[in-house]
């Protein structure tokens, strides 16, 4: 043991200080807000833990994306906050009504406690594979570089700010990494464990998100590329041997999926049929079965335009730093010009590979239907990320090499100390809510209105005396508002203002105490005018919250409204 730490005592020490840098800004300030998703996956994934315990194993199904490693995650947290949950015989909960936090509340529990620990465990694994990539990586790069480049991906704002939530995307991406690395680092190493570890890994993607299946079509370009290899073999054996290989990293990844989803050992046709059904439907037909009522594939259709990719591309580029700029145009610049020579060929094809693999999602995304919403390609971010690393740091070599000042053996160090600095600097004036960064050379942040604010809005009204008692009529309000506050929430359905439902909407706004607007929606969610053009210039806000420098919460005293903003809304009413 004392000679195995001896000889890598340096990966270790980075290893080390490579938690030290990206724990605490997981954990600080852990609860300070909850984005719009994650109300319906701790529903989902209560639900799913009230059925595992209940061997009830055909209803862990709850959402094509799956997000099975999100559920278990939340599952092990309520197990140690609420093992009592299972045994209530409160079967399962609608993930879009409010039932299920009144239930914990009536319990003694609190459900942002709850989400509190489940972050902490999210915050391990993402921890641990992050640990896993940089020690893949530096067998490729060497130590420096992995840990430069490491960092880079998993401090940058975009990523940071959506690792502190519930979200699949983070842990998916790790997922992707990790997975591409190892299955990378297999051709060049030939080891077993590489190869296992890589298909375990792609089978957590798979479990934590469908759309993962990206990273196929670059393994599969990596083994159809090994055919046309110059050596002294046969193409039959390259062949086999892609066959092979495929089939070992392939059977890895269905193994970990068949074990980790209970629904598998049951019906696994439904829950495939229902995953990749629904997905690809969602993607081609923009719906569900549910809604298309069938997947017939002569009907697909990809919507080829250029909006969509160009849409995907502002959105990274708004959302990455200068410093990741800057070093993907380093990269670029070796892998364009003669300073190709000086990359060794595993750290070329994997800069080439990965850039791939980031260029896949944004063109996935952009050409098929459904939303868009800018954390679905966080896959791009992290791969340019680690792009970024390796480009910094063969420009600081290169540097080395042609002035004496970058010689020195303290320079590398200097700089990655400042390079990393940097990435964090620019998300700090963001805190909490680093995933609203923007870069300053674009107009808008990549996301907006992913529930930041409400939590501050129901912080003004729980000071308010007697806020127990207090009644607060809240738009995208279910657990980003309702959560914090003590009193009672009742959830303005963006679903009635698409309907012009306004007698329900001026009903339920009538037997409230206070309105919570979230104009920073509006461009994303232009119906929302129908509601906020009538308070504009009629009423004045009791209080309104701005977050770097954007209005995003308007709080209206209910007593204050007259008549008149009532009448203007039922007018807008249309019956069914």
């Known amino acids: 043991m004392t000679r195995f730490i001896e000889s890598h005592s340096k990966k270790i020490i ?62 092990t947290a309520m197990h140690f906050y609420f093992p009592q949950y299972r045994g209530f015989g409160q079967g399962f909960f609608d993930q879009r009504k409010p039932f299920y936090e009144e239930f914990l509340r009536e319990n003694g529990r609190e459900t942002l406690e709850l989400v509190r620990y489940a ?88 479990l934590n998100k469908s759309t993962s299946i990206a990273l196929l079509g670059v393994i599969g370009f990596m083994l159809l590329l090994s055919l046309f290899e110059k050596n002294e073999k046969p193409i039959k054996s390259k062949f086999l041997t892609a066959v092979r290989t495929f089939g070992i990293w392939f059977g890895a990844a269905v193994l970990v999926y068949f074990i980790l989803w209970p629904g598998m050992w049951v019906d696994p046709a439904r829950m495939l049929r229902e995953v990749y059904g629904n997905a690809f439907s969602y993607a081609f037909q923009g719906a569900r079965l549910d809604v298309t009522e069938e997947l017939d594939p002569a009907e697909f259709s990809v919507v080829t335009r250029w909006d969509g990719i160009l849409l995907y591309l502002r959105y990274y580029f708004s959302g990455a730093t200068f410093v990741t700029w800057l070093g993907l145009i380093f990269s670029l ?86 390079l990393i600095l940097g990435q964090i600097g620019f998300g700090l004036p963001y805190a909490p809510y680093y995933f609203t960064y923007r870069n300053p050379l674009t107009k808008e942040a990549a996301t907006l209105g992913y529930g930041e604010g409400l939590a501050e809005a129901s912080d003004y009204l729980s000071q308010k005396p007697d806020a127990k008692n207090i009644k607060a009529y809240v738009y995208n309000g279910m657990g980003t508002f309702s959560w914090y506050f003590p009193g009672e929430t009742i959830v303005l359905k963006r679903i009635n203002v698409l309907n012009d439902d306004f007698v329900t909407i001026t009903d339920e706004l009538r037997s409230s105490d206070y309105l919570v607007l979230y104009p920073i929606t509006r461009a994303k969610h232009p119906e929302t005018e129908k509601i906020l053009s009538e308070f504009e210039g009629v009423v004045e806000p009791e209080k309104i919250i701005y977050i770097n420098g954007l209005e995003y919460m308007q709080i209206y005293k209910v007593a204050d409204i007259p008549e008149s903003v009532y009448d203007a809304l039922l007018k807008k009413h249309k019956p069914e």
């Open 119 to 206: 972050r902490i465990i999210q915050a391990g694994v993402l921890a641990v594979f992050a640990i896993i990539a940089f020690l893949f990586l530096s067998l490729v790069v060497g130590e420096n570089l992995a840990f430069l480049s490491i960092a880079l991906a998993t401090i940058s704002p975009f990523f940071l700010g959506h690792s502190r939530l519930l979200n699949m995307e983070t842990m998916g991406a790790m997922f992707v990494l990790v997975s591409f690395l190892g299955f990378h680092l297999y051709r060049y190493q030939n080891r077993l464990i590489y190869l296992l570890i890589s298909g375990a890994a792609f089978g957590l993607a798979q």
């Open 333 to 418: 610049g070796f892998l364009f010009t003669k300073g190709r020579e000086r990359l060794p060929d595993r750290v070329r094809s994997m800069i080439e590979y990965l850039a791939l693999l980031g260029g896949l999602f944004i063109l996935m995304f952009g050409v098929a239907q459904g939303r868009n919403h800018a954390h679905y390609i966080m896959n791009t971010f992290v791969s340019f990320d680690v792009i970024a690393g390796i480009g910094w740091g063969s420009a600081l070599a290169w540097m080395g090499s042609r002035w004496k000042v970058f010689s020195n053996p303290l320079a590398p160090i200097m700089a990655s100390i400042v």
């Open 14 to 75: 980075l290893a080390l200080l490579l938690l030290a840098l990206t724990l605490p800004s997981r954990l600080t300030r852990i609860e300070a807000a909850v984005n719009i998703d994650e109300p319906w996956w701790v529903i989902s994934s209560s639900n799913f833990y009230y059925a595992v315990t209940h061997r009830d194993f055909a209803n862990t199904y709850f959402e094509y994306h799956p997000g099975v490693t999100n559920m278990w995650i939340i599952s």
